[in-house]
């Protein structure tokens, strides 16, 4: 079998995130998952507070709500109310990015400016407790900005599921930009079947919408069809896979072999479900399973299944260790 070349995705950081001391004390993070990463990515980093000139190191900003008007983005030894200054930059840095170039984010937890999620809100200016959470500045623009994009911050991407999804997504869509450059119904198709089984395991229903789009049976024009699949590709990855959808889609290519399988090897199968289903073993463990049955029976189609390997398989040791 071919091997596959990989195409790089591109990445934008949060510039603390081990590239530069930039945080409010002069420190930086040490951010391993993303160290490991780089030789596999074209990248940028922003500090949005930096952008803003708040300078390093500085005293720390926080998000104060505007008794009902909404949120401000203040330093509460000064006073200084940087809320304007950081949206406008927000959305002109936001503007220099290029959709279809960019992948996946990745920025810092509990920021009041890059955060995307969680983030303390205080409901007064002077001395007192957070009393809501939600997203930074900065992150907020980016979420709003990219919905559909991987976006994600150094918090959540401890979770060993959560960094496969992001790196399935990144590299899902650095592959179709090469479709969409292509232009051709042809390049399509066969992205298409080469991650049928893995839009499967993310979400059944909108791997059939997908597939109806591919199937074009309107006969719509190539740059028609390549935008209606590109909105509804990066649909259904947008939530992690469900282990329900999961052994679904395992059962369908469980379906190519099962007539040419012993009765032993049959009972193996399930029963390295019923152990994936209770949650005693990830789901690549019968995945090694089919694919080994896929090279037993040189079954190509399903060899080159990217359910099997969604992003390259030296990046399989930093998803697997927990930090
Ligand atoms: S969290 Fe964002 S704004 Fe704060 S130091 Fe890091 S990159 Fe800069």
């Known amino acids: 079998m071919a091997s596959f070349s990989w195409e790089r995705p591109l990445v934008l950081f949060s510039r603390c995130l081990g590239f530069d001391n930039c945080r409010y004390n002069a420190q ?12 596999y990515l074209d990248h940028a980093t922003v500090c949005p507070e930096m952008a803003v000139g708040l300078g390093v190191p500085r005293d720390p900003i ?20 940087v809320s304007a200054d950081m949206e406008k930059f927000a959305e002109g840095f936001l503007d220099t990015l290029d959709p279809e170039k960019l992948d996946g984010v990745i920025l810092k937890s509990r920021s009041p400016s890059c955060g995307i999620a969680g983030v303390k809100i205080y ?81 059944q229903s909108k791997a059939s919408i997908i597939g109806k789009i ?7 024009p190539v740059a028609k069809v390549l935008a209606l699949y590109e909105r509804a590709l990066r649909e259904t990855v947008a939530k992690p896979m469900r282990p329900t959808a999961i052994i679904n889609a395992y059962e369908h290519i469980f379906g190519y072999f099962s007539d040419r399988l012993s009765k032993q090897e049959k009972e193996h199968y399930f029963a390295l479900m019923d152990h994936y289903r209770a949650g005693r073993i990830t789901f690549n463990v019968p ?6 049955w ?13 359910i099997f390997e969604p992003y390259p398989a030296e990046l399989t040791m930093i998803v697997e260790r927990s930090e």
């Open 28 to 39: 930086i993070i040490g951010f391993e998952f993303g160290r490991q990463l780089l030789p």
């Open 214 to 220: 591919v199937a074009n049976h309107d006969r719509l």
């Open 287 to 292: 995945a090694a399973l089919l694919k080994n």
């Open 62 to 81: 926080r998000i104060e709500s505007d008794r009902g008007k909404g949120r401000r983005l203040v330093q509460p030894s000064t006073g200084r109310d």
């Open 123 to 203: 409901p007064c200016t002077g001395k007192c407790m957070a009393t809501g959470k939600g997203p930074g500045f900065f992150g907020d623009a980016v979420l709003r900005r990219f919905p559909l994009h991987a976006v994600e911050d150094e918090g959540r991407l401890i979770d060993r599921g959560l960094r496969e999804h992001f790196l399935t997504r990144i590299f899902l869509f650095a592959e179709f930009r090469r479709v969409r450059a292509a232009k051709k119904m042809d390049a399509l198709v066969a992205f298409h079947s080469r991650h049928k089984y893995l839009f499967k395991a993310y979400n």
């Open 294 to 306: 896929a090279l037993r029976f040189n079954d190509e189609y399903i060899l080159a299944q990217s």
